[in-house]
T-cell receptor, first 114, second 111 residues
Framework: DVKVTQSSRYLVKRTGEKVFLECVQD?????MFWYRQDPGLGLRLIYF???????EKGDIPEGYSVSREKKERFSLILESASTNQTSMYLC?????????????FGPGTRLTVT | SQKIEQNSEALNIQEGKTATLTCNYT??????LQWYRQDPGRGPVFLLL?????KEKRKERLKVTFDTTLKQSLFHITASQPADSATYLC??????????FGAGTRLAVHP
């Protein structure tokens, strides 16, 4: 059974803290994605990666960075957390290629920044 | 810029009826479109994919249509059950292996 796991389901951090969100997939997928989901706004792409050490900005990269040192692991970093980064964060993975590949999602991390 | 619209109001229907959810998009011509289901507190789960050259796709009680002229996709659940209650997300191809998601429509099926 394919699986995408995220390091925490719930996280509470203080303003200004550095926050690490970890995502691991066991499907040998090349593509990995980080989204945030807010009510009424849907999923918005923060960053994605199509290979180890490769990263591309999504639609809302400001205030975030990512790291992909191994194929199965994709980390999202909030350099200095702010209250407007309180959200549900979802990681996903998919195959890479010319095909229309579905994305497999993790369970999400609900981050609260106080 | 690309824009996707799904009905923000919840859809309430009786068990056994057909649920129809709408996804409209503008400023884009996607090569394919996907539908996902999301339960509260969980990540989305893929349901169906339909390509631009396909008019209709079926999977068990699910049916998706794709009208590239109207820039619209319809998602149908026939013989709906309370277990079908969830939020359904429409997602459009927006570049190489990337998707852009709608905000979703919440479906509630009442016994």
């Amino acid at each position: 059974d394919v699986k995408v796991t995220q390091s925490s389901r719930y996280l509470v951090k203080r303003t200004g803290e550095k926050v690490f969100l970890e995502c691991v997939q066991d499907m040998d997928h090349e593509n990995m994605f980080w989204y945030r989901q807010d009510p009424g706004l849907g999923l918005r792409l923060i960053y994605f990666s199509y290979d180890v050490k490769m990263k591309e900005k999504g639609d809302i990269p400001e205030g975030y960075s990512v790291s992909r040192e191994k194929k199965e692991r994709f980390s999202l970093i909030l350099e200095s957390a702010s209250t407007n980064q309180t959200s549900m964060y979802l990681c996903a993975s998919s195959l890479l290629g010319d095909g229309a590949y579905e994305q497999y999602f993790g369970p999400g991390t609900r981050l609260t920044v106080t | 810029s690309q824009k996707i619209e799904q009905n923000s109001e919840a859809l309430n229907i009786q068990e056994g009826k057909t649920a129809t959810l709408t996804c409209n998009y503008t400023n884009y011509s996607p090569a394919y479109l996907q539908w996902y289901r999301q339960d509260p507190g969980r990540g989305p789960v893929f349901l169906l994919l339909i390509r631009e050259n396909e008019k209709e796709k079926r999977k068990e009680r699910l049916k998706v249509t794709f009208d590239t002229t109207l820039k619209q996709s319809l998602f149908h659940i026939t013989a709906s059950q309370p277990a079908d209650s969830a939020t359904y997300l429409c997602a459009l191809e927006s570049g190489y292996n990337k998707l852009i998601f709608g905000a979703g429509t919440r479906l509630a099926v009442h016994p």
